[in-house]
């Protein structure tokens, strides 16, 4: 054994621990295992399964799990990424899926637009086709979420050129009767007659006006009764008259 005074050895620590050390040519301490306090290594890359680690950390196995990482008590289990970027739109953080050495899938975390307080962020989802990675979707720091565009505007924005990269659909999966696929607009109405619950915008990118509206609205004092009201014109409005309502208690269009 050895004091650890010249390339390193095992040793006893002052608190009785046993500590392994291992040094530099120059005495540096880049290896310090101690059996009762902190340790750390501190020089080169480190590899688990591999002699030539390309990266910090890299480990080399043939398991579907290769990483654990297990809380004992009632504690959750998080990696955490914190990096001093000082631009906006910086990598902070991510994880890269590789085929093979080539990059497929990831997800990046972001830096957001106020470099002073560096309080804001966004999260961005890529895949690749032929092996060119793509931005397909983004969640930006307001909570908007955009599918085909990289500045969502409402809530979820999709964007396409083309009928089917501009579309969603919903596919029934099954023959119930009842069971057929649809949107629910669940609105926080009171009991009160004309509340908006629910609506499609149609909106023309020449101005940026809408020039259609279909909507539902209570139709009763109690908020139980609902009516359908189609607007068409130039710049549609919620003060917009309807060009045809249907009452929903008694059925009648007008």
Do not use: C
């Amino acid at each position: 054994a050895s004091d650890g005074s010249n390339l390193g050895g095992i040793y006893e620590a002052g608190d009785g621990a046993g500590v392994l050390v291992a040094k530099d040519a120059g005495g540096t301490n880049k290896v310090y295992l101690d059996g009762q306090g902190s340790s750390y290594i501190n020089g080169g890359n480190f590899g688990i399964g591999t002699t030539s680690p390309s990266e910090p950390l890299e480990i080399n196995h043939s398991n579907h799990q290769p990483v654990l990482i297990k809380s004992t008590g009632n504690y959750n289990s998080m990696i955490a990424m914190d990096s001093n970027r000082s631009s906006a739109n910086s990598y902070v953080g991510g994880l890269a899926g590789k085929w093979n050495g080539t990059q497929v899938a990831s997800i990046y975390l972001r830096t957001g637009s106020d470099t002073t307080n560096k309080d804001d962020g966004y999260i961005t989802l890529l895949t690749a086709s032929s092996g060119t990675l793509v931005e397909r979707m983004r969640v930006h720091s307001d909570g908007n979420v955009g599918i085909g565009t990289t500045n969502p505007s409402h809530r979820l924005t999709v964007t396409g050129s083309t009928f089917t990269s501009s579309s969603i659909r919903l596919n029934r999966s099954d023959v119930g009767v009842d069971n057929d696929s649809g949107i629910v607009f669940d609105a926080d109405t009171n009991a009160t007659n004309d509340m908006g619950m629910g609506g499609i915008w149609y909106q023309n990118s020449v101005d940026n006006s809408y020039n259609a509206l279909i909507r539902v609205r209570t139709d009763n004092a109690a908020g139980t009764a609902g009516r359908i009201e189609f607007h068409a014109g130039i710049a549609v409005s919620n003060s917009s008259t309807p060009r045809m309502v249907i009452k929903g208690a008694s059925g009648n269009v007008g």
